[in-house]
């Protein structure tokens, strides 16, 4: 899994309006380094962050806006996650958590740069279209050795379901 594929994800919900609910039904917060980050920008689906199951992997996504700067946290995992069991992140096991800072910049917890965090989920309900989890770990910056904490993690967003369907081969 590439980290780029990750913070482009993590962008897709960025053009959207701010929500006026502090926490609504579906969130996502963290601590970044201490200070509070919450998901505050509302989407398609008039909520603050969204989850959708693609090729077996979940994603959740939330995005804040603050004076004009857009960021971003996401969570990635694999939909056949046991809950209720702290794993490790792990990108090379399909396991991620990422920190937006621009369209092209951002920290990941990735294991195989310095990284290290876990990731439990307490609910995957399909049939009801909710999804729980915590997070937390150090993330690297994507262009050099700089590093943020990351604590507190906790989402619950509705869930979505994608289809990716594959265009057959062009003529060459």
């Known amino acids: 899994m590439k980290i780029t594929t990750l913070f482009f994800a993590l962008i897709m919900l960025a053009g ?14 963290v601590s970044i ?17 969204a989850a959708t199951i693609t090729q077996n992997l979940v994603v959740v996504v939330g995005t804040q806006t603050v004076d004009n700067t ?7 995992f694999p939909k056949t996650i046991e809950l209720n069991k702290a794993v490790a992140v792990d990108p090379s096991k399909y396991t991620a958590v990422a920190y937006s800072i621009t ?10 740069r310095g990284g290290s965090g876990t990731l439990t989920v307490t609910r995957l309900d399909e049939k009801a279209g909710v999804i729980e989890g915590t997070f937390s770990g150090t993330a690297v910056y994507n262009t050099n050795s ?5 604590t507190n993690g906790r989402f ?3 869930l ?4 990716v369907t594959t265009p057959p081969p062009g003529k060459r």
Not at 16 to 28: G, R, V
Not at 160 to 163: A, G, I, L, V, W
């Open 156 to 158: 619950r967003t509705a």
């Open 33 to 49: 380094d201490g200070n509070p980050w919450i998901a505050n920008t509302a989407n398609s689906q008039s909520t603050n962050v």
């Open 16 to 29: 959207c309006s701010k929500s006026s609910t502090p926490e609504p039904e579906f969130y996502l917060t």
């Open 160 to 163: 979505y379901t994608t289809t």
């Open 103 to 112: 369209q092209a910049n951002g920290y990941s917890v990735d294991p195989a």
């Open 70 to 76: 857009v960021t971003a946290v996401g969570v990635v």
């Open 146 to 150: 700089d590093r943020v904490s990351i």
